[in-house]
């Protein structure tokens, strides 16, 4: 079944623990995201790669990081250095630099910190 | 800096009357903007993109820059059109910024 797998789908965490999200893409697309979906704002980008072993910052980069080690896999740590963790976050993935727009999006992962 | 808005969080039609989704935007490029679509259970996806001038499902969406608009229509709406529709603007070449939402609710 080709696509996106986000896991977990529910995480809990407590308060000043650093949580790794997973993102594994099947698809061959070069280009991966993180984005965090808040109620009431959209979505936001967290972090993008467009190749093997480059990442660039989104606009809420503060308190998280990410590597890209294989094209197929793009990982998100929460550290504890973001002050408001608790939110639902998708991994998303293109083919190329959004040339057609067209994202190609996991079911994410709901974490909370306790 | 860029901006999308769209004003109805929540909107309910009767199955068969028309649906405007309403989106606009504020951006100092040339803008491209997209509509997005989550079915209930599924994972967000592309509905259509305006370059495309293309109708997906019976919706239609104009990119109209004078009003800095990109409303997403259909004629006649289905119960299967209620979802969550969320407008996106590409920013540069590697992201798209998307506004609020907007869940629609078809009334049988």
């Known amino acids: 079944d080709g696509g996106i797998t986000q896991s977990p789908k529910y995480l809990f965490r407590k308060e000043g623990q650093n949580v790794t999200l997973s993102c594994e893409q099947n698809l061959n697309h070069d280009a991966m995201y993180w984005y965090r979906q808040d109620p009431g704002q959209g979505l936001r980008l967290i972090y993008y790669?467009?190749?093997?072993?480059?990442?660039q910052k989104g606009d809420i980069a503060e308190g998280y990081s990410v590597s890209r080690e294989k094209k197929e896999s793009f990982p998100l740590t929460v550290t504890s250095a973001q002050k408001n963790p608790t939110a639902f976050y998708l991994c998303?993935?293109?083919?190329?630099?959004?040339?057609?727009?067209?994202?190609?999006f996991g079911e994410g992962s709901r974490l909370t910190v306790l | 800096a860029q901006r999308v808005t769209q004003p109805e969080k929540l909107l309910s039609v009767f199955k068969g009357a028309p649906v405007e989704l309403k989106c606009n935007y504020s951006?100092?490029?040339?803008?491209?903007l997209f509509w997005y679509v989550q079915y209930s259970r599924q994972r967000l996806q592309l509905l259509l993109r305006h370059i495309s001038r293309e109708s997906i499902k019976g919706f239609t969406a104009d990119l109209n820059k004078g009003e800095t608009s990109f409303h997403l229509k259909k004629p006649f709406a289905q119960e299967e059109d209620s979802a969550m529709y969320y407008c996106?603007?590409?920013?540069?070449?590697?992201?798209?910024?998307f506004g609020t939402g907007t869940r629609l609710t078809v009334i049988p």
């Open positions: 996106a603007l590409k920013t540069g070449a590697n992201n798209l910024f």
């Open positions: 998303a993935s293109s083919t190329g630099l959004l040339n057609t727009g067209e994202l190609f």
């Open positions: 951006y100092s490029g040339s803008p491209e």
């Open positions: 790669s467009q190749i093997v072993n480059d990442f």
